[in-house]
């Protein structure tokens, strides 16, 4: 169904080196040993892998830069999925103490545009939910995804766009 409102492309998945401005973060980085990888396939970035529970483990996570509009008042992301469950995380810088923002949602089995607006989103620090004051999308650098939530075994999700309107 198409939005009445314009729209700002935030990543331009028909690019293949964009996969040179986006990285893979891991539980490795906490001793865990899931493994995720992305890959850009006919202008759609695929995100999959093995969410494992060993050593305290547990998510797979992606991020990359982006740049809404001040006016931005939702994000729109088109998806496709496994039907896990899947966080969409936002962070005003690349810094590992800052605060992220995550909005769930379940991966459609079919290509879906969810709308998400700053409601939607949660302050969280280290998976764990915080007090802190509403995101605010012209506040935003960094965007991606995350599964967690003890959902162990493979994943698959699939992006076609990610707008701000």
Do not use: C
């Not at 995101?135 to 076609?160: H, M, T």
Request: overall charge positive; cysteine-free; glycine content about 8%.
């Amino acid at each position: 169904m198409p939005f009445a409102h314009s729209s700002q492309a935030l990543v331009d998945f028909a690019r293949p080196e964009i996969l040179l401005e986006f990285r893979v973060v891991n539980d490795g980085v906490m001793g865990g040993v899931s493994t995720s990888r992305l890959g850009v396939r006919t202008a759609v970035m695929v995100f999959e892998g093995v969410v494992s529970l060993e050593n305290n483990g547990g998510f797979a996570s992606f991020k990359g830069p982006v740049t809404p509009s001040a006016r931005s008042a939702a994000l729109l992301l088109t998806v496709r999925g496994d039907g896990h469950r899947y966080r969409l995380t936002l962070k005003s810088d690349d810094n590992s103490g800052t605060v992220q923002y995550q909005a769930a949602f379940v991966a459609p089995r079919e290509w879906k545009t969810l709308r998400f607006v700053a409601a939607d989103f949660v302050a969280r620090f280290r998976g764990q939910p915080i007090a802190a004051p509403p995101v605010w999308f012209a506040d935003v650098q960094y965007l991606g995804l995350v599964i967690a939530d003890k959902q162990s075994g493979a994943f698959k999700v699939e992006l076609k766009e990610v707008r701000a309107e």
